[in-house]
């Protein structure tokens, strides 16, 4: 998802990339081969279809964005937990460890807001971090990490809390996904709550343009908010959504789960003095979406 849009803006910018991705069975392969089918088409493209934890050796390169990691809130909790701590801690210090040892220009992590757990609104990168599930302690564990390698071995780090990402080629079990599908084929929609629960809605290609910020810029050693400015409940997406579209969503609301916080909002005040600021707002989001996704089911 991020990672494919990355790509193609890194393309697009004239460097070569390499991409690494093991197409663990999380979601169905299909929507990732689709995602990266531009990329394959470019010479300066690419893809080694391999674990990172299975990897002695890893690319010569400039620079690493980190955008690998077993993802879900919901799904960390109970014996899954292991697979999070080998994907999202393990394997991140395997590449770090790796690369303490090369002369990399920057490497990008790919954080969460998952980090802050229930914290005081807007959050900050010096709150104090309270993770409310186990997906975002793992986050928090890799984050910590990066920070250790820059101090210690003077890695290049930057991490990229990201807030909410939604945008074309989103993950289909995500909620702008599951929403959008459901409200076109006319079937329910469940609700965790009472859907006056808020999130940050970042776009896709404003996260795109930070991690290329922050690549570009001399800050180490740094963490960075990156939040779409644009804070609405679940239920005000879903009345954007149906203006988008053209239609009513049928909704049922259940029960909260455990893990999900109750409100975010990014300050991103600090990445901001890198010259980056959200440029793409939720209702032309949810639009671009819309028309990803109709094109999708066309094909």
Known sequence: FIGSHLTERLLIDGFDVIGIDCFTDYYPREYKDRNIK?????????LIEQDIRSMDVFPDVDYVF????QAGVRKSWGRDFEVYTRDNILATQQLLEYYKDCEIRKFVYASSSSVYGDSELPM??????KPVSPYGVTKLAAENLC????????VPTASLRYFTVYGPRQRPDMATHLFVRAILEGVEITVYGDGEQTRDFTFVGDIVEANVLAAM?????????????TRIS?????????????RRAVVR???KQKGDVKDTLADASKIGKLGWKPRVGIEEGVRRFVE??????NQ
């Open 292 to 297: 990803w996704y109709e094109e999708l089911v």
């Open 66 to 69: 980190h955008q690998a990691a």
């Open 253 to 255: 609301y259940i029960e």
């Open 147 to 154: 920070y250790l390698y820059y101090k210690n071995y003077g």
């Open 217 to 229: 810029s001399g800050s180490q050693g740094e963490v960075f908010n990156v939040g779409g400015g």
């Open 124 to 129: 900050k990168e010096t709150r104090m971090l």
């Open 38 to 46: 531009n990329a394959l088409e470019d010479d300066a493209f690419t």
């Open 234 to 246: 679940v239920n005000d997406l879903l009345e954007i959504m149906e203006k988008v579209i053209g």
